[in-house]
């Protein structure tokens, strides 16, 4: 008969298991726009995102960076998710999940806090520019294909 772990050793054999990164973000959209951020350490615009904290789920890693990074509370039940995308690293970046959140906001009701300490600037970008403002990243040519054409919605992509 084989032992059974203890909780603690549960945890130490997990931490010790191969593992791809998660990052998560949320694509905040007014009409046929979305609100890009560009970080003073890229030399890209993404939208709002980041990595997934250890005990945080996708959606409330989207959330916080939202309003780290633009100053936006956004409700939870606000937003859906949009899409997950398994990038094989490339382009410099490493291997992980993305999880994609959106949600639909008044534009003209929002105020941002930007600059800030992380965020240079923050722009509403057209759908049909997406791709081209974020360097042509691989996943924002399928977020930019998904807002364009709703109809082609998949809910996992691999790039």
Same mark, same amino acid.
Not at 36 to 57: L, N, Q, R
Not at 105 to 114: A, E, N, Q, Y
Not at 121 to 128: K, L, Q, R, T, Y
């Given at each position: 008969?084989?032992?059974?772990?203890?909780? =603690?050793? *549960?945890?130490? &054999?997990?931490?010790?298991? %191969?593992?791809?990164?998660c $990052?998560?973000?949320?694509?905040?959209?007014?009409?046929?726009?979305?609100?890009m951020?560009?970080? $003073?350490?890229? /030399?890209? &615009? @993404?939208?709002?995102?980041?990595?997934?904290?250890?005990? !945080?789920?996708?959606?409330?890693?989207?959330?916080r960076?939202?309003? !780290?990074?633009?100053?936006?509370?956004? *409700?939870?039940?606000?937003c859906?998710?949009? @899409?997950?995308?398994?990038?094989?690293?490339s382009?410099?970046?490493?291997?992980?999940?993305?999880?994609?959140?959106?949600?639909?906001? /008044?534009?003209?009701?929002?105020?941002?806090?930007? %600059? *800030?300490?992380?965020?240079?600037?923050? !722009? &509403?970008v /057209?759908?049909?520019?997406?791709? =081209?403002?974020?360097?042509?990243?691989?996943?924002?040519?399928?977020?930019?294909?998904?807002?364009?054409?709703?109809?082609?919605?998949?809910?996992?992509?691999?790039?």
């Amino acid at each position: 008969m084989s032992k059974v772990f203890t909780q =603690e050793e *549960n945890k130490l &054999w997990a931490k010790k298991l %191969p593992g791809k990164m998660c $990052s998560a973000c949320l694509v905040i959209r007014s009409s046929q726009r979305v609100l890009m951020v560009k970080a $003073s350490y890229k /030399d890209h &615009w @993404t939208f709002p995102s980041g990595i997934v904290d250890p005990d !945080e789920s996708p959606k409330s890693a989207a959330l916080r960076e939202t309003n !780290e990074e633009v100053g936006l509370n956004i *409700n939870q039940d606000a937003c859906t998710l949009l @899409t997950v995308i398994y990038a094989a690293g490339s382009q410099g970046d490493r291997e992980r999940f993305n999880f994609a959140f959106i949600t639909d906001v /008044d534009s003209t009701d929002i105020k941002l806090s930007v %600059p *800030n300490e992380e965020i240079e600037s923050a !722009e &509403w970008v /057209d759908f049909n520019d997406i791709a =081209e403002k974020s360097g042509n990243k691989g996943s924002y040519k399928e977020f930019q294909k998904i807002l364009l054409n709703p109809g082609l919605f998949n809910p996992y992509i691999e790039i």
